[in-house]
């Protein structure tokens, strides 16, 4: 095996990876969680292959049985023949970088089933970039073939507003009785929803917690789309079909709406690459005109937002004496 | 060191077989945790193929397996089931409680460290580091080289 | 009923005290308090301040009176001694015949078996990797098997515990065993000492079979029909131990234990079942610590509260109820791999502390059995160590020896706070079923845990030969006694046999009446696990199909 080259090598696991073989799937995310130059080599590499599986991606707070459903909805999807991938993230210490991944465990169902793969995921404090690499393991579960990729994260902050907005459907798991049902809600959880669930729906308080999430939906405009609502019991699997329909009505159903997800997604991925170059490139300026323009932000001269827009322009870094006529003209 | 090198450690700590005390192998989850690493947590009554299929899709480097009572005689069945899905780079380790006439068995089908009930959470800790490295390093199946 | 100070017209007390005071002060100059387990901090000395004997009649008690502080009866130990029960099982049925019929014969009247590891698990012996199986338990998945295992066992007159979760199929096995030799079913005592599912899902998912809401159903049906049919038989026995082992403190354990008590009653008076009728059949089953003094307290103030729980709380009338009886086990927990003789001294003072707190019968551990199965030399010291704590300390000649302590009876007072306070946060999280639902006792019990450990890593927490005293040596694991091969091998072939040769159609119906009884809300679906194995349906096939009705047990597993 060391007699290949590195160049075969790839080539290998690129072949493997579109057989779909498990151990191949497993390399392709161990070298996109590592990042760096041969996870975007890779990246870049199975592009012309992805666009074929659905995203589906579930959040909400902990306790809300979230894991519980997701075991239900994979059983319901293996029920029609479809092959699953779940990524689980869990949060890793800020402190040591560590992780127990405990996510796997309630899919106790699934343990043996080559139909699906499960891959537990530590968030590693990079919350930045740990949606990029969320993106691009999907984008290797989809070249190997699988139908759905469900994407689980807990909790309903920012971080995980990001990582569910990898996958095409977001669905927000809420339960009655989890203390504060509207704190869930906050953190633009609400704005990305595609689905939102009400699991345990047994319980006495569940048709409270319908009605206040149905009022705080008919707040959004009018363009945002209709959000269903869906009861669910997971543990008993009441209401897991209803889910699956919802999902995949709401999947592309045409090649043309497939291409415009494609398109979508890229765009976004292109935007947040930029935005992290533009956010690298800003923090590590340190020249003159550079600092006489923050002085101007200080002194209330210029915007915070005249800056960022003059900063992020093409030629802000080529011609310092351009710059500087630029940040004089926004100034007047 | 390659960013793939620069990775956490991953290690499953699990209980194949019957028994099913677990407090000592959440224990040691908290350690390895605590010492940076990713550790895949599993109930008790793992599957000989359950556990090839979370080590194949997980791509875990060390595996500890908690024995407290007769678990441990089905180690070396296990062993054989990781060389046959080409998954011999994987180092496995067992804590608990093994009679030390039957240790003998467990080293010689590849186990690479019996540790006791009172093991001190260091020592536990250090092996398990210097053994992911040779897990690592020791890979030689057909993607153990993609990174540049 | 719980004072900090009792104000004592005694001249020259508070002198005396002062002097006492300032001299122990000076001797002791930098002192760090003491607390126990449950966190209650112990003072150097106690005395008539801590407690003079004006609530004797209201909080203690003679024994066999409201609210039973001293003992639940009137002669406790002095008229009839603990229950000596030792656990055993091993390999083939008849294994465990040949050593239950020496222990009877020694003159044990009480038996316990402990199935195979593969039983707990639910499954039969044809499913399991042959290694694995009787290395820790006795493998019995028939009737026949149970009929082999107690050949020769008087079962009329033996009181047997069956360490047996959901669905209690070895109960039933033995039942159709009773019938099978013309025993009335109302001769047939013991206890269905693992039926506490609650514990089990929070504690020791060794036990852990159907779903919780499966497992609330089939005890309820469980105790419903030994009520009617098995009237002698303790269906319930609520179970402690699994928490302290897991790192409860004895406080904590006692507050869990008496909530799951509670929440068992409220459950079948909800089901209609009549209150005193349910109670009387309660046993409790207790972890015992080395930690002897607030064990001692501990017993005591479970005692006094559930008096009151059971009378106050749950209206039950018949005084019997008020009684709780409990079984202890000396902790495994407490025990060491280092130096393995110095347990037999931790047993026995687990011992002398659980027959000082008034039990009605005990296990004593192996010196060995944190890390073996007993064996017969080592089972026979732990028996031992019972005797002489009975013959030549004479442990059973006072009731309640320890009662008027001003110390035991502060501690009693303290640990009754701490115990009616976890009580009351159990109240507030809706019950024992819902707090355990929800992960909060897994939660608590997970802190004591750590912080136990962490005092033990510190050294703050001396264990002898682990911390401390400690010697250089090479921790042996002695040789395990595995079943005999061969015997395995030819039991589970019999098995395989008799599954062939058995009416399938009888099998088929049976468990089409056991899933129909488990779809439905009036019929009773331990009576028909016991109609199904008197047909020859399986422990495994038993399990399997409640499983699928009514919910596999998963165990919350918090990470």
Redesign the interface.
Known sequence: ??G?T?RA??A??LQ?LRAGD??????A???M???????ADLHRALQPSTGRALAVGFTGPP?AGKSTLIDAFVAELRKRERTVAVAAV?P??PL???????D???M?RH??D?GV????I?S?GHLGGLNASIQHIVDVLDVAGRDVIVIETVGAGQSEVEIVEVADIRVVVNAPGLGDDVQAIKAGILEIASILVVNKADLPLAARTVRQLRSMLSLRRESEGNVPVIETVA??GRGVAELLEAVLNLAPQTPEERLARRRARVRRLVAEAAAAEVRRRIMERNDEPFQVALSRVEAGQLSVEGAARVFAAPDSDHDPAQFQQTIIRKRQ | M???D???LRVLVTKIGLDGHDRGSRIV??Y????????????PW??I??VV??V????VDIIGVSSLATDHLIVPKMMDALREA?LEHVRVIVGGIVPDEEKGALLAAGVSRIFGPGAARDEIVDFVTSLGRQSRSGR????????? | MTEIAIQLPLPGFEQAQGEWRSQYSRQMRDETPIRNRSGIEIQPLYSPRDWSGERYLDDLGFPGQFPFTRGIYPSMHRGRTWTQRQLIGLGTPEDYNKRVRRIIEAGATAISLLPCCSGFRGIDCDEVDPVLLGTCGTVINTTDHMDRALDGVPIGEISTAMNDPSPFTLLAFTLGVARRRGIDWRSVTGTSNQSDYISHFIANHQFYRL?LPGSRRVLLDHIDFCRRHVPNWNPVSVVGQHMQQAGATPAETMGFTLSTAIQYAEDCIARGMDVDDVLRRFTFFFDISISLFEEVAKFRAGRRIWARIARDRLGAKDPACWRFKFHGQTSGVDLTQQQPLNNIARVSIQAMAGILSGLQSLHTDAYDEAIACPSEETARIAVATQNILREEARLCDVIDPLGGSYYIERLTDQMEAEIEGVIAKIDAAGGMYKAAE?GLVQTMIGESALAFQEQVDSGERKIVGVNCYRIEEDPTVPPADRPDAEAMHRHVEGFKAFKRERSQNQVARALDALARAANSTDENTFEKVVEAVEVGVTHGEVVGCLRREL??G?PL?L?
């Open positions: 095996m060391t290949m590195k090598m790839h290998l696991l493997r498990p151990k191949a799937m497993a390399r995310i161990t070298i969680e590592a990042g760096g130059p041969a996870a306790g869990d890793s210490s040591s970088g560590g992780a127990v991944l405990g796997r465990i309630r106790g343990t043996e080559p793969f499960i891959r537990s530590g590693r543990s008993s | 390659t960013n793939v620069a990775r956490p989850a908290a390895l945790r605590d010492a940076g690493m990713e550790v895949i947590y599993t109930p793992q599957t193929s359950g299929k979370l194949t899709e997980e791509d080409g030689i199946d057909e993607f153990s080289e993609v990174i540049p | 779903s929800a919910g596999f998963h597993i990470a």
